[in-house]
């Protein structure tokens, strides 16, 4: 009796073991069902939830010019997405997608007892697409065995409640929107972009099959890193493909013979206008910090996704791009070989020495580390010591080029340097001496005190001043006669200019300055006359808008509109900023005909005569001290180009004005981008405008000889007013008097 009764009790135990067994997992799903494993997305919030979407800047045109965002990350539509690549995914990843509702219990099954209890990887994730986008969108935070199986758990409820939520077709959508392929390339399009260059409706089946092996292992399978795995393992996907009916066998076997084909792109640093792509950034966090969503939140630029259509015109961008490479890599040829002879060798070896001290780095100067190498047939990493990697960048000729429309602000191209991956800092923002690029404002406050074009300016040799005896001199060396106002501006002479300035004197001009609004304080020398004021060439191109566009200052213009994800506008730029005029009209019309005449017959003549623009431009070069800068800046109506060419040190430069000048160096750049919009009639006709007629009481304003030889008469009274000029200058007139009275009367 007593044995009977131990074995029923025995029974007894074993089914109560048995029940609690049975009931644990119950008992341990519905904890994490109601949340007490941590939060468990509802329904509302599935269908509520959002990518990361990074925000679209776009051109005038309506061409991608870039992406701001967190996660690199382009959502597409189910009917964007080709056939082959849904067939891909579903005989790789999971085979009866269509026959689930969100868990496939033979592969959770097999996870459970495979990889969760006895430790198997090899065995297989066995998730679902649906579990896998429940992973993708909420992640996991923690590891090890306890938390893979709450994981797994939350994961499998998850995609039933997805299933329950959206379409097969919507859930497929999400998941090749959401999954990440490495390298900050989140979702389908960003990936098949990054490496075969194409949009996603146009992958073929073998291209898909590279796609979709690397969700494995986004590294492993990376076709970049790893082209050999990425190619194994797209034949691995292609014989998925064949094994489920979606191929076959002959077209299979066809496919996987194919070699990798790939077109890399570096999506993140290579697009065609990045230094601008940083300025509009900035400009949209700023206007999006007064702009609400219609929920009341703030907008997040980004991942919401928002479209930003900028003013730039991206044909007109590529035109200047392609303006750098054609000239700049030759410039760059030719000042590398300038200092590879001894002389040059010199030179370059003591400032890198100097350079080294500065920066505290003599000790490391020959410690090997791999940098960004610049070069124009292609920028790379390389192994580079200190003092090298100093060498290579002072030799860089660095350049910028801004192109604003004068009339609304708006900027049409910005190129602000000449590889934004190796030199990121923007040669719009950096301040240089604006050498003769800054007599037109002289001028410009000559007619605004009612100076004339016709009057006429000395062109005598003008005594050395000041504590490092500095004077004036023309740059082809000579002296004499005299220059019309038109003339020495058309020609860019610095004797004639430097005694207009004397005549205009410095609080004049420095008033002019601030409102045409540079930001560097003037320093009231002799030789600011011609030009050693700082400006950055956004500062420039403002300014000479003013010349432009009849006188009024305008506010650089880069955004037209932000809209929502779904196209809602949700700030569109009004355009109507209050312009202020700086300059009378009169002034800013004759200072429009004279530098018109300069493109013509004057040191921008190499725009008609060498590049064969025959667009109506005014214009003004500028090249200072020792060749260090070179300016170029041309206008009509509609446009302003501005550009600058120089080393990130004044001490390197070309050691000539048949490299190093205005015309030469700087000219080119906008010269080479007109002449491309001379032959496109549609970039014409929005960026071009010819210049209004002078109106009547200017007719014959400039009708007069840009020199003519002084008359003995002339050179009588020149006597007189020179000797005021130097007193007023301090100048030593002791050296004046010593060349006697006739040779001042009749000169040589």
């Known amino acids: 009796m007593s044995i009977k009764f131990k074995v029923k009790k025995d029974w007894k135990t074993i089914i109560a073991i048995a029940i609690i067994l049975l009931a644990l997992p119950v008992i341990f799903v519905f904890s994490v069902y109601i949340g007490l494993f941590g939060h468990l997305q509802s329904k509302k919030e599935l269908l509520n939830y959002k990518n990361a979407t990074a925000t679209l800047v776009i051109s005038s045109e309506g061409e991608l010019i870039g992406n ?118 989140f979702g389908i399009e960003t990936a098949s972009r990054r490496y ?237 001496q604006l050498a003769s690029n800054f007599k037109p404002i002289l001028y410009a406050e000559a007619f605004e005190l009612g100076l004339q074009p016709c009057q006429y300016l000395d062109n005598d040799s003008v005594a050395p001043m000041g504590t490092d005896n500095w004077s004036p001199e023309n740059y082809d060396r000579t002296i004499g006669g005299k220059y019309s106002l038109a003339g020495a501006l058309v020609h860019s002479m610095n004797i004639p200019t430097y005694n207009l300035f004397v005549n205009v004197g410095f609080e004049s001009l420095d008033t002019l300055w601030r409102k045409l609004g540079f930001s560097f304080d003037l320093v009231n020398t002799p030789s600011l006359a011609l030009g050693t004021a700082e400006a950055n060439i956004q500062e420039t191109a403002v300014a000479y808008s003013a010349f432009a566009n009849g006188g009024y200052l305008i506010e650089p213009q880069n955004i037209i509109s932000i809209k929502s994800p779904d196209g809602e506008i949700i700030w569109q730029n009004p355009f109507n900023y209050q312009k202020v005029r700086v300059l009378s009209e009169r002034s800013a019309t004759l200072i429009s005909a004279i530098l018109q005449k300069a493109v013509r017959e004057g040191t921008g003549s190499a725009m008609g005569g060498i590049y064969g623009v025959t667009l109506p431009f005014a214009g003004k070069t500028g090249t200072s001290q020792d060749f260090s800068d070179a300016w170029f800046t041309a206008f009509n109506p509609k446009l302003v180009i501005v550009t600058r060419v120089g080393a990130a040190s004044g001490a390197i430069h070309f050691n000539n004005g048949s490299y190093g000048s205005g015309s030469t160096l700087a000219l080119p750049l906008v010269a080479l981008t007109l002449k491309k919009v001379q032959g496109n009639d549609t970039l014409t006709h929005q960026l071009i405008s010819l210049f209004p007629d002078l109106p009547p009481d200017l007719q014959g304003a400039l009708d007069c000889p840009d020199f003519k030889e002084k008359t003995i008469i002339n050179k009588f009274m020149d006597l007189f007013q020179n000797k005021k000029i130097y007193r007023n200058e301090g100048a030593r007139e002791s050296k004046h008097k010593k060349k006697g009275f006739f040779r001042r009367l009749f000169g040589r």
């Not at 189910?78 to 997608?97: W, Y």
């Not at 689930?100 to 679902?128: A, P, Q, W």
């Not at 999400?174 to 990440?180: A, D, E, K, P, R």
């Not at 070699?259 to 509009?280: N, R, W």
């Open 68 to 185: 701001i965002f967190s996660e690199n990350r382009t959502n597409v539509s189910f009917g964007q997405i080709p056939a082959n690549l849904i067939n891909a995914l579903i005989a790789t990843e999971d085979s009866r997608f269509f026959e689930h509702k969100g868990i496939d219990s033979r592969s959770l099954l097999r996870v459970l007892f495979k990889s969760v209890i006895l430790n198997n990887r090899s065995s297989g994730g066995g998730s679902t697409i649906s579990e896998q986008l429940a992973k993708n969108m909420f992640g996991r935070k923690r590891s090890g065995r306890v938390a893979l199986l709450i994981f797994k758990t939350k994961e499998a409820i998850l995609a039933h409640r997805l299933e329950k939520s959206f379409s097969k077709e919507e859930i497929l959508t999400l998941y090749l929107n959401t999954v990440s392929f490495g390298e900050n390339i």
């Open 196 to 432: 075969f260059n194409k949009k996603v409706e146009l992958l073929k089946p073998e291209e898909s099959a590279v796609l979709v092996g690397m969700l494995k292992a986004n590294t492993y399978y990376n076709p970049r890193l790893h082209p050999g795995n990425a190619a194994a393992r797209r034949n691995v996907v292609l014989r998925q493909m064949e094994k489920y009916k979606y191929l076959k066998a002959a077209e299979a076997d066809s496919l996987c013979k194919l070699p990798l084909i790939q077109s890399f792109k570096d999506i993140e640093s290579e697009g065609p206008a990045d230094y601008f792509l940083v300025h509009v950034k900035n400009e949209a966090e700023q206007i999006l910090q007064n702009v609400r969503s219609g929920s009341g939140e703030k907008w997040n630029l980004e991942e919401d996704g928002l479209i930003i259509t900028t003013t730039l015109n991206l044909t007109l961008q590529k035109y200047a791009l392609e303006s750098f490479r054609d000239h700049l890599s030759k410039m760059q040829k030719r000042l590398w070989e300038q200092y590879q002879t001894p002389s040059g060798e010199k030179i370059i070896s003591q400032l890198v020495a100097q350079e080294l001290k500065n920066l505290n780095l003599e000790r490391r100067a020959g410690e090997v580390n791999i940098r960004q190498i610049f070069d124009w047939n292609g920028s790379h990493s390389d192994s580079i010591t200190v003092a090298d990697s100093l060498r290579q960048a002072l030799l860089i000729l660095h350049a910028g080029l801004l192109a604003i429309d004068p009339q609304t602000g708006s900027v049409k191209a910005w190129v602000g340097g000449v590889d934004f991956k190796s030199q990121q800092y923007d040669q719009i923002f950096a301040r240089r």
